[in-house]
């Protein structure tokens, strides 16, 4: 199933404390955000790819596209203050059947994940990446427990969020009428009453937040032979 990718890369990678967007430090020789847009880049059935940029770094961005020719890169939209916004305005653009949104922050993403949430957002309406969670997971308040929360049927989510266009489109304006701000697509589309399926995933499609993820990210290239 073909589909179109919107990219959200607008952030300013406060988390990371870098001296720039986190997304224009370099792996490998390579910035983060080209590792992403070439994973897409190579896939056939990527139709287009729409990225949402903040305007501070058009510049360079497009000197980026330019320089390791990305062609699939259809539009470059101004991204908004919060993820969210930036990746309506994204939507706003696309014309698809099926549209994923994925984080300009992960890298490390398989075409074999991709192509899985395509197809299951065709036929399901909607469908995530995830990975079951390893860790024990407990509700905190005042520095003390209040909860421990069954392991068994957490997941711990990523992006790509694929869906038909026209259910995350309507998930997004509705979010806009109840001004209801969700972390990810697959929290708004939820709040319509919508399907959202879930595809494993692999621990290696990490979001790069950190400082750690950097020294994660080498290890995840050099496991894969780059
Ligand atoms: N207003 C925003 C905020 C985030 N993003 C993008 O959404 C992805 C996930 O967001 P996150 O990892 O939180 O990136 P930042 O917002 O840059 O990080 P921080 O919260 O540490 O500032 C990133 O590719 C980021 O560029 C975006 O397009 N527009
Ligand atoms: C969408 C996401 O990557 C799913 O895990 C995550 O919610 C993004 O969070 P961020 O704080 O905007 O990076």
């Known amino acids: 199933m073909t589909y179109e990718v919107v990219i959200p890369a607008a952030g300013r990678g406060k988390r990371m404390g870098a001296d720039r967007n986190k997304l224009l430090l370099d792996l490998k020789g390579i ?3 080209i590792h992403t847009l070439q994973v ?3 896939d056939p059935l990527c139709s287009g790819v729409i990225l949402v940029i903040h305007p501070d ?5 497009q000197k980026l596209i330019d320089q390791y020719h990305l062609t699939k890169i259809t539009q470059m939209v101004p991204g908004g203050a919060e993820r969210q916004h930036s990746v309506y305005e994204g939507l706003k653009k696309a014309a698809a059947k099926v549209v ?3 984080d300009g922050a992960r890298p490390f993403i398989s075409e074999d994940v991709i192509h899985k949430l395509a197809e299951a957002a065709a036929s399901e309406g909607g469908a995530i ?3 079951p969670v390893k860790d024990t997971i407990k509700k905190v308040q005042n520095g003390t427990v209040t909860e421990t929360v069954e392991r068994s049927d957490l997941w711990s989510v990523q ?5 038909l266009l026209e259910v995350l489109m309507a998930a997004h304006e509705n979010a806009v009428r109840i001004d209801f701000l969700g972390t990810d697509e697959a929290s708004l589309v939820e709040k319509t009453g919508g399907k959202v399926a879930v595809i494993e995933s692999d621990y290696d499609n990490i979001k790069l937040t950190t400082k750690e993820d950097l020294v994660f990210a080498e290890a995840i290239l050099a496991k894969n032979g780059q």
Not at 57 to 61: F, R, V
Not at 159 to 163: E, G
């Open 159 to 163: 992006t790509p969020q694929a869906f």
């Open 31 to 33: 910035p983060v955000i």
């Open 40 to 42: 897409f880049e190579r």
């Open 129 to 131: 990446a995830a990975v």
């Open 57 to 61: 770094d058009k510049m360079i961005l």
């Open 100 to 102: 994923m949104v994925h």
